[in-house]
């Protein structure tokens, strides 16, 4: 597993599976921006899109793309004083981890998810994301999918002693 850096400030970086020839940031929003793969998805689970009174798989395509397209700029947004803070939030909502808490990032109303965990005060290395249709993470493979990436990687970085930022940069630096 490798852990790219996303920004020059060392803010973001996101995982790089052994399998991948990307990150997941990257992956992700190239997946968001491609009208046939999110057609597929759309048509997949349909059934999921009531709460979101859509009206065709086209209208959710455009949603999408636009919501995509909001949320790379909000996370690559290289302005010194941008804060990732106010993009990711605990993943749970009832409980909180003393380091390398999972977080979830999204705007308000979009069914678009990052997946991270948060090193230290503004800063997250992405492992993954969804488009998340439904009340919980558990009810739909593709989401509980991410469950488990998120808690690998977790797990990686534990196993090899970080649990915090300074930890982390060593790792990065060795």
Do not use: C, W, Y
């Given at each position: 597993m490798n852990i790219d850096k996303i920004t020059d400030d060392g803010r973001l970086w996101a995982v790089r599976y052994p399998d991948q020839e990307c990150d997941e940031l990257t992956r992700l929003f190239d997946e968001w921006s491609e009208p046939v793969t999110l057609h597929a998805f759309f048509k997949a689970n349909w059934d999921d899109m009531a709460y979101f009174n859509m009206t065709s798989i086209?209208?959710?395509?455009?949603?999408?793309?636009?919501?995509?397209?909001?949320?790379?700029?909000?996370?690559?947004?290289?302005?010194?004083?941008?804060?990732?803070?106010?993009?990711?939030?605990?993943?749970?909502n009832y409980s909180h981890e003393l380091c390398l808490e999972k977080s979830k990032g999204k705007i308000n109303k979009s069914w678009l998810r990052l997946y991270a965990i948060k090193l230290a005060s503004g800063i997250y290395i992405i492992t993954g994301g969804a488009i998340k249709l439904t009340a919980t993470m558990e009810e739909r493979e593709h989401?509980?999918?991410?469950?488990?990436?998120?808690?690998?990687?977790r797990n990686f970085l534990l196993k090899n002693g970080i649990v915090d930022e300074d930890g982390f940069f060593e790792y990065i630096n060795e």
């Open positions: 086209t209208e959710a395509i455009d949603k999408t793309i636009d919501e995509r397209n909001v949320l790379e700029k909000m996370v690559l947004d290289i302005n010194p004083d941008a804060d990732l803070d106010t993009l990711f939030r605990n993943l749970s989401t509980s999918n991410e469950l488990v990436k998120i808690e690998k990687v």
